[in-house]
């Protein structure tokens, strides 16, 4: 809803939507039992307690550390990041092995991919957890540039990440199949990784699952970034907003005996925040993973963005300045400044407006029309997408599309029959 | 009690060797070019930073945090890795149980300070259910029971009473605290060597403190520089002082 109010698209917004809405009514679920509607409600949320799927508590889920570039010489003031952090959870039997690719800022041990892997190893899966391409550590350790965001070169660099770990495997486990799925970015790396493994054939996955990807990578940090302008009385008030929240949380914490898994949805429910408020905590928080993000490769690069060029800082240095100048800048003043001038040499032929729209999944419509084995769960109202963007899948997909009516952006990731159909994706038809 | 002075004194010993290394931070020079986003152009020179914390030895902290870092992974993780792998879960929990319920203790104590008696008949309620019918605190069927849990201890009681937090400060092997917290820290373990000397049998009171170290790092989820984030220190500085700011409202 408050996509809307940018009046310059709202009846562009409106129409396509209406559009969207007709052409996806055969695809769209019936009877869907997620409880909640709205999208940002959705997004912060996530799936209340009683609406979970029925996982494991414990399973052997173990981080591992991994020296892509042993040559690598990283600067003092991020020296602990040279090499990626992943999780594995091994079967003790052959079985089928799935990688999972985490979204925007997070790690491989972050909530969802947690519960992914709990999933996954439920059903039997060797499963390995691996970082966003767009988490520091990742950057800093299998980046091959320092700069992501970079359709084709995430895709890369994850690949060269996944078939290291894979060799270092190869003989203490036994695995049928190779699958690979992720959420939001991470879905949206799926893709382009499944066309490279076409190409380089090392994995020939069996099954690729995107769930709640970006259509355009663009458009998407765009809307994310422009949801900080929806802190009441303009970003100018940010403090009072965030003294808000801060007091909110307080409370529901004071009150509570233990933060328990429902914490995120007493404090919502305690707070009543307007939408509005809610779009604004979700820009804020993709402002501030986006903050390490853009530092960490710019004193990996010595670009030049925040840090003086040149500059050489420690591990000891006094950071709280750069951070106050990464929490002011967007997403997209990264793309624009630092992530175009970065890669303009190497695309000569290719403007600025057209090297960031080639980030998108149009870029390779074809290849995903044409691979039975790719498939997408995506929600009708995911807070990420353009209007109109999510006809995009029903129209490349088609039947490989479950578009289900709400969940805003991975709200209902651990519901119970999504996670029911995530794991059916790989399960059937399987020996 | 000896044990305890020794431990003071290697804290303070560590403080000071950490305090001796602290060099001033580089700050930018004006022979750097300037870079597309500086900060004095960016960041208005009157921007409140609502998540400031009062961190005037920074340099000496951000050591000791390097410090803790390389303890981890040298010795206090890979002695929590053997006693997993040595000491089957049930028992773990046992251990974790026993040293709980001396915590419990330790709320009674503040609670009492803190002229807070609902707090006081809860944690006594916890202690006296826990150490009878939960064998002297291994099995904690006070939260089986649904007992509430109060978590009081001697900087919170500080706190209660209006005493400032002072400077940030991170401890040797403790990790995030100030200096109030800091120092409340000492009545608390006085309290807990008292009990333990008197109910504790010489062997389990001469390693009560090695074990409570282990369980506490095992039953820690933290892990220095994992977030990879080169703004943790502040984020954690953050998060540490809002939540001991709630803790005392609480």
């Known amino acids: ?431 | 009690m000896k044990s305890l002075i020794l431990r003071s004194f290697a804290l303070l010993a560590l403080l000071f060797l950490g305090a001796c290394s602290t060099t001033p931070t580089v700050e930018p020079q004006a022979s750097y070019p300037e870079p597309v986003f500086a900060i004095d152009r960016i960041v208005p020179a009157d921007a409140v930073d609502v998540t400031a914390v009062y961190d005037p030895l920074e340099g000496m902290n951000k050591r000791i945090y390097n410090f803790n870092y390389h303890f981890d992974q040298w010795v206090f993780l890979p002695v929590v890795r053997g006693w997993k792998a040595v000491v089957p879960q049930p028992a773990r929990a046992g251990v974790h149980n026993f040293f709980e319920n001396f915590r419990d203790v330790r709320t009674m104590a503040n609670s009492i300070l803190q002229a807070s008696p609902a707090k006081f008949f809860q944690s006594t309620g916890r202690v006296l259910v826990n150490s009878t019918i939960g064998l002297f605190g291994v099995i904690d069927v006070a939260t089986s029971m649904g007992m509430p849990k109060p978590d009081e201890d001697f900087g919170q009681t500080l706190g209660h009473w209006g005493v400032g937090t002072g400077p940030y400060l991170v401890l040797p092997l403790l990790g995030p605290s100030n200096v109030r917290d800091g120092v409340g820290l000492f009545p608390d373990l006085v309290l807990q060597n008292y009990i333990q000397d008197d109910l504790l049998a010489q062997p389990v009171r001469a390693t009560a403190f090695l074990f409570d170290s282990i369980d506490t790092r095992e039953n820690t989820s933290f892990r220095y520089y994992e977030t990879g984030s080169a703004f943790e220190y502040q984020t954690v500085r953050w998060l540490y002082s809002t939540k001991r700011e709630l803790d005392v409202e609480k």
């Open chain 1, 1 to 431: 809803m408050t996509i809307y109010q940018f009046p310059q698209r709202a009846l562009a917004g409106l129409l396509l939507l209406l559009l969207a809405s007709l052409a996806s009514a055969k695809a769209t679920v019936e009877d869907y039992g997620y409880p909640i509607t709205d999208r940002f409600v959705a997004t912060i949320v996530g799936t209340p307690e009683g609406y979970e799927a029925d996982l494991p508590k414990n399973i052997p889920f173990k981080k591992r550390w991994i020296n892509i570039f042993p040559e690598r010489k990283l600067p003092d003031v991020i020296w602990y990041g040279q090499e990626m952090i992943y999780a594995e959870a091994l079967q003790k039997r052959p079985a089928p092995l799935i990688f999972l690719i985490a979204g925007t800022g997070a790690s491989f041990n972050g909530a969802k991919n947690q519960n992914m892997a709990r999933a996954f190893y439920k059903a039997g899966f060797h499963v390995i957890s691996l970082s966003s391409p767009t988490f520091p550590n990742f950057v800093s350790s299998a980046s091959a540039t320092g700069v992501v965001g970079h359709a084709e070169r995430d895709a890369e660099d994850l690949y060269r990440a996944m078939e290291m770990i894979w060799k270092r495997l190869d003989g203490d486990i036994e695995v049928t199949s190779f699958n690979l799925t992720g959420y939001s970015l991470g879905g949206f790396n799926s893709a382009y990784v499944a066309k490279l493994d076409d190409e380089r054939k090392s994995f020939n996955f069996r099954r690729v699952l995107l769930i709640n990807p970006p259509v355009s990578l663009y458009n998407s940090i765009s809307l994310l970034d422009r949801m900080v302008e929806n802190i009441p009385g303009g970003e100018d008030n940010f403090n009072l907003f965030f003294d808000k929240l801060v007091h909110g949380f307080g409370k529901v914490y004071k009150d509570q005996d233990a933060i328990g898994g429902d914490f995120l949805y007493q404090a919502y429910k305690a707070m009543d925040l307007k939408d509005e408020e809610l779009a604004a905590l979700i820009g804020v928080s993709f402002r501030l993973s986006s903050g390490s993000l853009v530092f960490t490769s710019d004193v990996m690069t010595d670009f030049g963005y925040v840090k003086p060029k040149g500059l050489v800082l420690d591990r000891y240095a006094n950071l709280t300045r750069y951070n106050q100048v990464t929490e002011r800048l967007g997403f997209t003043d990264y793309y624009h400044d630092f992530f175009y001038p970065y890669y303009k040499a190497d695309y000569p032929d290719m403007s600025r407006d057209e090297f960031i729209s080639a980030i998108s999944l149009r870029e390779i419509a074809e290849y995903l029309r044409n691979s039975p084995k790719i498939t997408v769960m995506h929600n009708q109202n995911d807070i990420i997408l353009e209007p109109g963007e999510i006809e995009f899948f029903n129209e490349v997909f088609g039947e490989r599309a479950t578009i289900y009516p709400f969940g805003g952006h991975c709200g209902n990731i651990n519901y119970r029959d999504n996670v029911a159909r995530m794991v059916a994706t790989f399960t059937e038809g399987a020996n």
